[in-house]
């Protein structure tokens, strides 16, 4: 059974560093496209990026390229979505999620990241 | 960057209803469209790929069509659990952009 299990909520302070964490099980970690996905209050889908653990090839949204950061370590089967320094913006909930095998869509999902920034 | 809107943003319906859900790409993506349902609390679920292939285990009351710029999911004989918040998401190339959903309420 494909599973993706997310780090727990966060509450930081704007200019704080942040490290989520998407552990996978149930399939060959570096044989699938996995990424990011941000859910604002307001509850539109944003698509951060993408990386293809095997190579550590990484795509990002232009939106979101520079702001965060995408990475993966096979040794331990988990992707990485970090800041170095937050802003009360990026306060959302976020998702990783798998692609399918011909990366038509996010076919796995993790249960989400609420991330809270606030002074 | 390709551009998705959904229309209407909001729609009330009832139980056994047929309603139709529709996206409009600001270009043409063939048929690199895929529609994911989401329910409070929960992450979003693949309903279909490819604008018409339904994923696999999805209701087959849950249709999708079109191609080039303009899409639509439709859903035949509404049941309680149908009542979510939908998005379309285009895979035209690396960057996925998702339309803002529709949410589809009880009348």
């Known amino acids: 059974e494909v599973q993706l299990v997310q780090s727990g909520a966060e509450v930081k302070k704007p200019g704080e560093s942040l490290n989520l964490s998407c552990k996978v099980s149930g399939y060959v970690f570096s044989s699938r496209w996995i990424g990011w996905v941000r859910q604002t209050p307001e509850k539109r889908l944003e698509w951060l990026g993408i990386?293809?653990?095997?190579?550590?090839?990484?795509r990002y949204s232009p939106s979101f390229e520079g702001q965060v950061t995408i990475s993966a370590d096979e040794s331990i089967d988990t992707a990485y979505l970090q800041w170095s320094s937050l802003k009360a913006s990026d306060s959302a909930m976020y998702y990783c999620?798998?692609?399918?095998?011909?990366?038509?869509?996010?076919?796995?999902w993790g249960r989400g990241t609420l991330v809270t920034v606030s002074s | 960057d390709i551009q998705l809107t959904q229309s209407p943003s909001t729609l009330s319906a009832s139980l056994r209803d047929r309603v139709t859900i529709t996206c409009r790409a600001s270009?043409?993506?063939?048929?690199?469209l895929a529609w994911y349902q989401q329910k409070p609390g929960k992450a979003p679920k693949l309903l279909i790929y490819?604008?018409?292939t339904l994923q696999s285990g999805v209701s087959s009351r849950f249709s999708g069509s079109g191609s080039g710029t303009e899409f639509t999911l439709t859903i035949s004989s509404l049941q309680p659990d149908d009542f979510a918040t939908y998005y379309c998401?285009?895979?035209?190339?690396?960057?996925?952009?998702f339309g803002q959903g529709t949410k589809l309420e009880i009348k």
């Open positions: 490819k604008a018409s």
């Open positions: 270009q043409s993506i063939n048929d690199w």
């Open positions: 999620a798998r692609y399918d095998s011909r990366g038509y869509g996010f076919e796995y």
């Open positions: 990386i293809w653990p095997g190579d550590s090839d990484t």
């Open positions: 998401q285009q895979y035209n190339n690396f960057f996925r952009a």
